[in-house]
């Protein structure tokens, strides 16, 4: 499998505080890696530094053997990157349909994909709601809709389930294993039975180091992870 | 080029800086601890102007005039604190601003229902005349006051919030108000005298001004500008900077308008905005 | 096209087209005047509207587009070449330029040293224009900026109520097909500039082409005034100019497109036909704002479509 993301010593400090602390790790295109750890550990400012929200004190990243540690979030996205964010971060006033055309008109899509994408996430009933008007699992659709718009070549998704009912946590599983079939994906998670579920390799990050990468059985064993999360809780 | 005329012209130039820093010591204070560009707050000097003169036209006492006119200025800005501003502390910026533009015109408005529209000034000769001469000109002690008084407040200002305890509480607030909350500090008990404060220094400076210039309506929009580009160029927040600021303009300006009449006002705002481009941040970086 | 014919502000521009086009068969000057005033003003504040209610821009500044646009039609009508329509076609086109200009110095900036910086601007160019009296004439302004040209002659009432009839109907047409257009929901898009950003978008080009736009038809309204009233001052580029498409399009509601034209029409109102409580209405219409930004930021149109809303929502209930 070829090398897709390559980051190589991404290092983040707020004043004192190091978030990412000297990263590096290469992602396998096609494959499914779940990023945990502990609150706090630097996972979201990670991703941060790499959708390019936050610049790196010290670091190189390079996306399908082209370095983009000078770009920034609007040119990385059109090269292929593209995220979710934690909290819903639409545009509220726009309805759901205006929210995907706005992702379709940068990634240069068609309208009929919209209409194709909205039918397979079943959205077509709230085409001209306001997104602030939907409800939260509705918006989470809606956000990962317009992420598929734009066409990415690496989706990263920071704690897609959060907040989901079973159900929907359930459907969301499905839908992200299609996904996954076709598009690398990196996934930030926190509910477990999500992480064993999707992922074919997971990293775990602690105080803004990764000290576990491998398969989940592999990480499941590990007694460095076990210590962090039993000894922690 | 004349020294003697040079001097007089920075001197004049000092004094017009004293006015605005009067009127940027306020708006700095209080933007620093409740991050509020205050639109209104020249329309506040003016009030103190017109205060001053109403005083005075009852009383024919300089010093109660003065006092009552600062004081009544600083409550008023209190009320309107208390009523109005207090509600948008936590939202947008950008509403903060149109709630204090909304201010100035009520005031303004108001100012020119209660006062009329002729420009309104004190007959006090006996300040005005008296002076030291240099040279040809004779330069009035009460510019020399109003030059003193500016740096005064200047050093006291920076004695009380470096110095104080009550200074201390000051920039507990300013720096992260989240953590002032923390000491049990109640920021809501210091906005509101600081802005006391701040307004009450800008009905200061006006009540000053009335005395030797006339005051009327368009007076206030013609300071707030001023006002504006003084703690923009000095940094949003930064109270040494405002000071230097507000007299280098003041300096600029006069010497602008001695010597090249025809193009005083241009060059004053493209300064500004060749400074706002090159260092948008300001020149003095916030405190 | 089925669409838009039945569109609620289409159809309100339309029907106040049609009610302004009979005004002008009446012939009655102070209905004219009045009529074209607000029709000046409505185009200058939807123009600000652009800026402030879709593209989430705070400008204290955009006199000096309405400024510059009454400038180039008065100076090229008067020394160039003596023609309202062709002054006007210069003026606009000549702002694109200045427009893309600012807005690339002004842009780049946080939303106050933008709002500050966009004020010094125009207080620059009150300042020029009041200082350069060999071509701007200083504070007398330009004086007598001819009606009758070449190529149309306006010089009758009538026809320049017609004249400044049909800019309006084109101008707000145009505006509203562009905004709910590709490009216009880009605009509206900067309502999350975060999420525009993540979604490959370039913000500052998004909000350049809005500020051009925004400049174009301001100084469109620019040379419609300075036509219309025949004399200009330098105070159109004073900030306080600048503070009332603002005040309108508070007033009138930022968040419909067509709430500065409501705000223009109580202003115009306001100060024109009760002139004689103008400053009470000067001082209400402060208040007003700050009861505005307090309470209730629709505006007045806000306020009526919650109104009709509650209304309406009320009936559905009861005739079930």
Do not use: C
């Amino acid at each position: 499998m070829r090398e897709i993301l390559r980051v190589e010593n991404l290092s983040k400090s707020f004043g004192k505080f190091k978030a990412v602390d000297n990263v590096s790790f290469n992602l396998r295109e096609l494959e499914i890696t779940v990023l945990i750890g502990p609150n706090g550990a630097g996972k979201t400012t990670l991703v941060n530094l790499v959708t390019k929200k936050l610049k790196p004190d010290q670091g190189r990243i390079l996306f399908m053997g082209r370095d983009i540690t000078n770009l920034n979030s609007y040119q990385i996205t059109r090269l292929g990157i593209v995220r979710t964010f934690q909290i819903v971060n639409l545009f509220p006033t726009l309805t759901v349909y205006e929210n995907l055309k706005v992702a379709a008109l940068g990634s240069k899509t068609d309208n009929k994909e919209i209409e194709m994408i909205m039918s397979e996430l079943r959205l077509d009933k709230y085409k001209d709601v306001k997104v602030m008007n939907v409800s939260f699992g509705v918006q989470k659709l809606v956000e990962l809709a317009m992420a598929l718009l734009l066409k990415p070549r690496l989706l990263i998704l920071d704690e897609p389930a959060a907040g989901l009912p079973r159900e929907d946590r359930k459907n969301l599983m499905r839908i992200l294993k299609e996904i996954g079939e076709k598009i690398t994906l990196l996934i930030i998670e926190h509910d477990m039975e999500f992480v064993f579920e999707l992922a074919q390799r997971i990293m775990v990050m602690n105080r803004g180091k990764i000290i576990a990468d491998g398969k989940p059985d592999d990480i499941i064993n590990n007694s460095i992870v076990r210590e962090i999360y039993l000894g922690e809780s | 080029m004349n020294l003697e005329a040079f001097l007089t012209q920075t001197l004049v130039g000092l004094y017009t800086g004293s006015f605005y820093w009067l009127l940027t010591l306020g708006l700095t204070l209080i933007f620093g601890v409740t991050r509020i560009v205050n639109f209104a707050h020249a329309s506040f000097f003016v009030l103190g102007s017109y205060l001053m003169y109403t005083f005075y036209i009852y009383t024919n006492n300089f010093i109660l005039s003065l006092s009552a006119a600062t004081i009544t200025t600083g409550l008023i800005g209190v009320i309107f604190e208390i009523t109005l501003i207090r509600r948008v502390y936590k939202i947008e910026e950008m509403y903060q601003l149109l709630l204090t533009l909304g201010i100035a015109l009520t005031l303004n408005e108001s100012q020119k229902l209660i006062w009329g529209t002729s420009p309104k000034y004190i007959n006090m000769p006996e300040l005005i005349s008296s002076g030291v001469a240099i040279g040809y000109t004779n330069i009035s002690y009460y510019s020399i006051a109003v030059i003193s008084i500016g740096l005064i407040l200047f050093i006291i200002i920076h004695i009380v919030i470096n110095k104080t305890l009550w200074g201390l509480k000051i920039r507990a607030v300013w720096r992260d108000n989240i953590m002032a909350q923390a000491l049990k500090i109640n920021p809501y008990l210091i906005y509101t005298t600081v802005f006391f404060i701040g307004i009450a220094l800008a009905g200061f400076g006006g009540a000053l001004m009335i005395i030797l210039h006339p005051v009327g309506p368009g007076v206030g929009d013609h300071l707030i500008i001023y006002a504006f580009i003084i703690v923009v160029i000095a940094s949003l927040g930064n109270i040494t900077g405002a000071y230097i600021t507000s007299l280098l303009i003041g300096v600029i300006s006069s010497l602008a308008t001695w010597l090249a009449p025809e193009i005083d006002i241009v060059i004053i705002y493209l300064i500004t905005i060749i400074i706002l481009l090159l260092r948008p941040g300001g020149l003095f970086g916030e405190r | 096209m089925n669409k838009f014919l039945r569109d609620i502000n289409i159809i309100t521009i339309l029907i106040l087209s049609i009610l302004l086009g009979l005004i002008s068969l009446t012939g009655d000057r102070f209905y004219l005047y009045i009529s074209s005033l607000f029709m000046i003003y409505s185009l200058y504040a939807l123009s600000y509207n652009l800026l402030y209610g879709y593209a989430k821009l705070l400008s204290f500044g955009h006199g000096m587009f309405f400024a510059t646009g009454a400038y180039i039609t008065g100076l090229f009508t008067l020394r160039i070449f003596k023609d309202p329509l062709i002054g006007l076609l210069i003026s606009i086109i000549s702002t694109i330029p200045f427009a893309l200009l600012i807005g690339y110095i002004t842009l780049r900036h946080t939303k106050v040293y933008f709002a500050i910086l966009t004020l010094a601007l125009s207080m620059f160019v009150y300042a020029i224009l009041i200082k350069w009296r060999d071509v701007t004439g200083g504070s007398d302004g330009l004086v007598g900026i001819p009606k009758k040209g070449v190529i149309v002659d306006i010089s009758s009432p009538q026809l320049n109520y017609l004249f400044i009839l049909i800019f309006f109907v084109l101008s707000s047409l145009t505006l509203y097909l562009f905004i709910n257009s590709s490009r216009g929901l880009l605009i509206k898009a900067l309502v999350n500039e975060e999420r525009l950003l993540f979604t490959g978008h370039n913000v500052l080009v998004i909000r350049l082409y809005a500020f051009m736009i925004s400049g174009v038809v301001a100084a469109l309204s620019g040379s419609l005034y300075a036509v219309f009233m025949s004399v200009i001052t330098p105070d159109i580029a004073y900030w306080t100019f600048s503070a009332e498409p603002l005040i309108m399009t508070l007033l009138g509601g930022s968040d419909y497109y067509l709430g500065p034209l409501l705000g223009a029409a109580i202003y115009v109102s306001l100060t024109t036909a009760l002139a004689r409580f103008a400053e009470y209405w000067m001082l209400f219409l402060g208040i007003a704002m700050i009861a505005i930004i307090i309470s209730f930021r629709g505006g007045v149109l806000g306020a009526l479509i919650l109104v009709t809303t509650r209304l309406k929502d009320k009936r559905l209930k009861t005739s079930k």
